[in-house]
């Protein structure tokens, strides 16, 4: 009968084999770093012989004044993109009064030849009529295209290497279906 030694018992036989040998030579290093340790017999130090030791002064200081923080990340991410305000000189149109994530789209009227209207109402619920070419919200977008279900808006911002770019930001209509699940039902 012939025996046979999986290689999972092999394998762990290895690492019984490595633990131990790292054991034994640990064990020399240990003794030797305790022998170093020896505690400060405070009771035979007087206070004169207490100051000499300097044992309350730092071994590293950092003077932080006119310096950077160390642990501040060296790109700031909040500064990434930043938005083009609207020119706060002139009088604002209640459109320019917020940010577009406070409007709402509430309706569209499709003209077919002629120019589209959207309805969007603000944080005070009150409606206002767009149409292409408005502006729209405290960053200097406009209104760029209206859809039978959406308005699209284009926003300028400065990018992070300080050019401007043109994001497109898009208002839709909440279906009919989202709309029975956010309203409550009375049977």
Avoid: W
Avoid at 25 to 31: G, K, Q, R
Avoid at 35 to 42: A, D, F, L, S, V
Avoid at 83 to 88: D, H
Avoid at 162 to 184: C, N, V, W
């Amino acid at each position: 009968m012939k025996n046979h030694i999986s290689s999972k018992h092999v394998n762990q036989l290895t690492m019984t084999c490595y633990v131990i040998i790292l054991l034994i030579l640990s064990v020399p290093a240990l003794i030797h770093a305790t022998e170093k340790i020896k505690p400060i017999n405070t009771e035979s130090l007087s206070p004169e012989k207490l100051a000499s030791l300097e044992i309350n002064k730092p071994l590293f200081s950092y003077d932080s004044l006119n310096r950077p923080d160390p642990f501040r990340p060296f790109i700031d991410f909040s500064q990434i993109e930043r938005s083009i305000p609207t020119n706060t000189d002139k009088i604002l149109t209640p459109l320019e009064k917020y940010a577009l994530n406070q409007f709402q789209l509430v309706g569209i009227i499709l003209a077919g030849e002629q120019q589209n209207y959207a309805l969007v109402e603000d944080p005070e619920h009150i409606g206002h009529t767009v149409r292409e070419g408005d502006k729209i919200g405290n960053m200097s977008a406009y209104v760029k295209e209206i859809k039978h279900n959406e308005v699209v808006i284009e926003e300028p911002y400065i990018d992070i290497y300080d050019q401007q770019q043109i994001r497109e930001i898009s208002l839709k209509i909440r279906e009919l279906e989202e709309d029975l699940y956010l309203t409550p039902q009375i049977n």
